[in-house]
Every structure is written in C-alpha cells, then in structure tokens.
C-alpha cells in the first residue's frame, strides 16, 4: 500500500509533540518547586515563636449561681371592696399615699344602719321583758301545779312560751351585732401596709358589693417578692441547700443587668415543676426600703446557689475547645506549649474553676492560642503583662463550658 501522507505534515506532527512535551515538564517542574518553598515556608513559619500571653492557674473561691428573669410580685394586692351598700360620703386617701394597716380609707354613709341598730336593740328591750314575765309566771305555774291547783298543759305551755321569748332575745341579739359590724364596714380601712394606687369611685356614688371595681387597689411594697424560673436540672442543688438550712442570698439586677436594685433571699420554691416548660418557680423576698422594686417590674435575678471553696481558677479565655474535648495551652518551662485536656467546674465572671487537668502553679496560654498547636514554640511580649484570673469576681451565671 502506497503512503499518500506528505513528508512535511509528519514533521510538523513530531514538532507539535515535542512542545507539548516540553511545555509538561516545565509545568511539572514549576509545581515541584513551589510545593518544595511552600513547605519550607511552612516549616520555617512552624519554627517561628508565636506571641502569647499567660496566665497562672491559681487557687481561690468561685460561686455557683443561677441567673434567670423574674417579676416583682407583691405578697399583697388587695382590691378594696365595700362590704356594704350605701352612698359614699368620704375619701380619705391621696392617690400614690402609702398607708399603715388600720388606716381610715373611706366613709359610707351610717344612718340607715345606725337607724336598724336602734331598732334592734328596742326590739331586744320588748323581748327581754316579754320573757322576764313569762319566766316568773312558769314560776308561779310550776307550785301551782306541784298542788294540783292547775292541769300539767297548762304549766308545759307556759314553759314552752318561755323558750320562744328566750329564741327571739337571741334573735334580736344576733340583729344587734349584725348591725354595730355594718356601722364597723361603714368606716373603711387598709387592711395591710402598702401603697394605693388611682381611686376607682368618686365620692358622692352609691357603692355596692356586687361592685366589682371596688373603692382602690392597696399593694404591699415592703416587704416586697420576685417570682423567676428555674431548671428542674438545677433545682436539686437549690433542694440540697435549703434541706442543710443554708439562706441563699438573691440579688435583683435591672433589665440591662448593669445596675444592681436589691439584695434579699430565697424564701420559697413551687409545689410540682412544669411539664411544659421543665421549670419550677421560686420566690425571694427583698426589704425593699427604698422601693426600687415595683410591681411587675422585670428583673435579672441571681441566685447564689453555693461556694466552691479552694478550686483552680484560669481565665475562661484559656478554655479551647476541639477533638480532645476542653483543652488548654500548658506552657513548657522551655516555652513550648502541650494540648493538656481538663474538666471544668462553674463560671464565675471571666473565671472558670478547673476540676481535673491543672495544678496550681500551671501556665496556660489565654491570647494567641488560634495561631498554636502541640509543640509549638511561643515568645512573651514585653510590653503586655500576664492576666490574672478574677477569683473574686462578679458571679454572672452557672455552667459548664
């Protein structure tokens, strides 16, 4: 078979080919180069002394707290009713006023009670001697018929004439008390110590007890209660505390959690959580002299659960967290750092306490550890002092990072 191809295709095809060739074992040997200065540069960054700041592990005191939302709910928010119908003559509070228990609120009007008292006791005067005469009359019947001078029916009439005098004296009685306690509803007065709030009905209206209204609601301020929530996870530390007699101390921050309102103490716990939510209610008390706290008002309560007394304490900024768990940077004495896992206890503040991992003396690594791994090698700024953990801190909340 004669070849029909022409000799200067074949030589271009062998030109092309050897380009191409060419062109591959440049390409390779550019990638084999930067890899090889990609590595070195890794190796020498690996080389190079990071940064960091340090902290020693120390020992101290941190608090296990608790921090929820609550609302300040009074002990007492009465509604003043009238317990009587009748025209309203007086108001004898200003609006905002505290008063005392037994203070003089309002005046309904007396007359027509005082008007039924008189009539009750007139009542009682007739038959208080209505049964003082059938009284000695049974006693002239019972010798009359003790000499068979008059029939038995007779004398048991009588006898029974006096039990009724003495029913209607009791009677007339019970209709006197009944009515000087209607002249005592006539004069109305607070029947706890607290603030009033906005009158509900002027003077001159005629007041019932179907009123639903009422004359003005007086609330209890001091003392004065938060109600908040608490996990039921939480609630058997809480139990435990309380069963050991211990007072747990609350303090009631505003809603910025910036300003500290009161302190007070824990006083009571709910009877049965919340399936719903997993909670329980608790209740504190504050003094509440200065009347900071106002009814309804949202606070941030904390509750000082208990004190975990000699523990190791770092900044919580020491804590990493990846593949062994919770971990710190622990500094070599040749300045070279090691992955040392621990266990954590409660936060307090920017503290958190070490339960396993660390002792007391122990370096850890609380600024630039992003830029570390096991081994590496670390330098100390001059210019920027060792951070201190903060074992007396303000408690914020209890957890386990």
Not at 240 to 261: N, P, V
């Amino acid at each position: 078979m004669v070849s029909t191809e022409k000799p200067h295709s074949a030589k271009s095809r062998r030109i092309l080919a050897a380009v191409l060739i060419f062109i591959t074992l440049a390409a390779l040997g550019w990638i084999v180069f930067h890899s090889m200065g990609a590595q070195s540069s890794r190796q020498t960054r690996a080389n190079t002394p990071v940064p960091a700041v340090l902290a020693t592990a120390q020992k101290g005191d941190i608090t296990i707290t608790e921090r929820e939302l609550g609302t300040v709910t009074p002990l007492a928010n009465i509604t003043v009713r009238t317990q009587i119908n009748g025209q309203l003559q007086q108001v004898a509070f200003q609006e905002g006023q505290i008063v005392q228990a037994g203070d003089f609120l309002a005046q309904i009007d007396p007359r027509p009670y005082q008007t039924a008292l008189e009539q009750a006791e007139g009542s009682l005067k007739r038959d208080e001697a209505l049964l003082a005469e059938a009284q000695i009359d049974l006693e002239r019947y019972r010798k009359l018929v003790a000499q068979d001078s008059i029939s038995k029916q007779q004398f048991d009439t009588q006898a029974s004439l006096v039990e009724q005098y003495e029913g209607a004296v009791e009677t007339d009685q019970g209709q006197i008390d009944s009515d000087k306690l209607n002249l005592i509803y006539c004069h109305v007065t607070a029947p706890v110590t607290g603030r009033v709030g906005l009158r509900q009905v002027d003077a001159g209206n005629y007041v019932q007890t179907s009123d639903t209204n009422g004359l003005v609601v007086l609330t209890q301020l001091q003392p004065i209660t938060v109600i908040f929530t608490l996990p039921e996870d939480d609630l058997p530390a809480v139990m435990k505390r309380l069963s050991m007699g211990a007072e747990l101390q609350t303090i009631a921050y505003d809603r910025t959690e910036s300003t500290k309102l009161a302190t007070g103490k824990l006083i009571s716990t709910d009877s049965e959580i919340d399936p719903t939510t997993g909670t329980i209610k608790l209740r504190a008390e504050f003094d509440n002299q200065d009347n900071v706290l106002f009814p309804n008002q949202f606070v941030n309560i904390e509750l000082l659960v208990d004190t975990l007394h000699d523990a190791i304490i770092v900044p919580s900024a020491a804590i990493q967290r990846g593949a062994p768990g919770t971990y710190v940077y622990l500094v070599k004495d040749d300045n070279t750092v090691s992955v040392r896992p621990v266990k954590l206890g409660p936060v307090q503040g920017e503290s958190v306490a070490v339960t396993d991992g660390l002792a007391v003396g122990d370096k850890v690594v609380v600024d630039g550890a992003d830029k570390l791994r096991d081994g590496a090698k670390i330098t100390l700024p001059d210019d920027t002092p060792s951070s201190k953990p903060d074992s007396k801190g303000h408690s914020h909340h209890r957890s386990n990072p």
